[in-house]
């Protein structure tokens, strides 16, 4: 069984940086085969595609709201993905998950992950 647990969250000022982690274990082969998604939630509010990297081919997606300010990317040895967030704003606050999905393309829909993580609560505040 595929478990993730999310890292790197906390409160922060307008303008600044936050890395997230996303570590995961139990995967089929190796965290290569899986597509990884971030995603954002806040009260009310429907689950968010926020960013994307697919297998080891390294396709990557990012919504329209972070794009240019969020990277995305895999340390395959340590069985992990990161989400560098910079340039962060007021609307960027919500808790963050990360999922998986055994694919070789990105994958947007949260509906079509198997596995998440507890989510890692992201403040952006002054």
């Known amino acids: 069984q595929v478990q993730l647990v999310e890292s790197g969250g906390g409160l922060v000022q307008p303008g600044g940086s936050l890395r997230l982690s996303c570590t995961g274990s139990g995967f089929t082969g190796t965290m290569d085969y899986y597509t990884i998604g971030w995603f954002r939630q806040v009260p009310g509010k429907e689950r968010e595609s926020v960013s994307c990297?697919?297998?080891?081919?390294?396709?990557?997606y990012y919504s329209d709201s972070v794009k240019g300010r969020f990277t995305i990317s895999r340390d395959s040895t340590k069985n992990t993905v990161y989400l560098q967030m910079n340039s962060l704003k007021p609307e960027d606050t919500a808790v963050y998950y990360c999922?998986?999905?055994?694919?070789?393309?990105?994958?947007?829909?949260?509906?079509?992950?198997?596995?998440w993580g507890q989510g890692t609560q992201v403040t952006v505040s002054s």
């Open positions: 999922a998986a999905v055994m694919s070789h393309t990105i994958v947007i829909p949260a509906t079509l992950y198997d596995f």
């Open positions: 990297l697919s297998n080891s081919e390294g396709d990557t």
